[in-house]
Structure formats: C-alpha cells, structure tokens
C-alpha cells in the first residue's frame, strides 16, 4: 500500500457529506502518513472535462506532481487515460489490501461499497471472486 496518502480538501467535504470520513482518515495514517491539501486551482485541461470537484482536483494534482491516483468514477478515469495518469479504484486497493495480508477477504469490503452506494457490476465481482479463488 502507499506511504502517503495526497487527499485534496474537495474530496473530503464530498465524502464528509455521505459519512464521516475521520475514522477513514485516521485509519490511514495507522500505516501511513495521510496528507489533506487545498487547491487553489483545478488545472485547466482537467476543468474542460466538467468532473465533480473532488475528480478535478484529485486529477489536477496528479498532474502537478506525478503521482497516480485512487479514483472510480468512470468519467474521472477516461480523463486520467487520456491524460496517462496512474490509476485504481477503489476494488484494486481492496485486492492490494488482500495482497499485503492486511484483509483476508475481499468481499466483505465490496459488500461495504455497494452498501455505501458505490456502483459495481456484479458479474465484474464474481469474476475477481472468482479469478482470487475467494467462495
């Protein structure tokens, strides 16, 4: 997993708004060191693709210092492509997870996205369940 975690502030009012993303937060930094930054600008390139804040800035600073993102929604993604920015969403940081022995399975943490109201095809699961040998 990542030794730091670059959470721009948009993303965590949008998040805050669904649930309380402290316990979040502060079960990153058990591991690693989690950093929450304000962006005075989202880049122009990035604007013109008309994504949700917390998309726009995550993308923008990803182009002002390089480093992949964490991002699922699907218009975010196209644009992190078509810009060759790094990507995962968030069932290839459950599968890291699984990986590093930090959760021994993966479906309870995919059941817990859906529940939180995360899209996921279904057929898209049983294929990973499947292909990780997980009943």
Not at 16 to 37: C, G, M, N, W
Not at 66 to 89: F, H
Not at 116 to 131: C, V
Request: with cysteine.
């Amino acid at each position: 997993m990542a030794k730091t975690w670059i959470i721009p502030e948009g993303v965590i009012n949008e998040l805050s708004i669904k649930s309380p993303i402290q316990p979040v937060l502060s079960q990153l930094a058990t591991d690693a060191e989690v950093i929450t930054r304000s962006i005075k600008k989202i880049d122009h390139i990035v604007s013109d693709w008309n994504l949700g804040l917390g998309e726009s800035e995550v993308l923008s600073l990803a182009l002002s210092d390089g480093n992949g993102v964490v991002i699922d929604d699907l218009q975010a993604r196209k644009c992190a492509k078509v810009l060759e920015i790094t990507i995962s969403g968030s069932l290839g940081l459950i599968l890291m997870a699984k990986r590093d022995g930090i959760i021994k399975n993966v479906r309870p943490a995919f059941k817990s996205l859906i529940q939180s109201g995360l899209y996921i095809d279904p057929k898209l699961i049983e294929n990973i369940l499947e292909s990780i040998k997980e009943e």
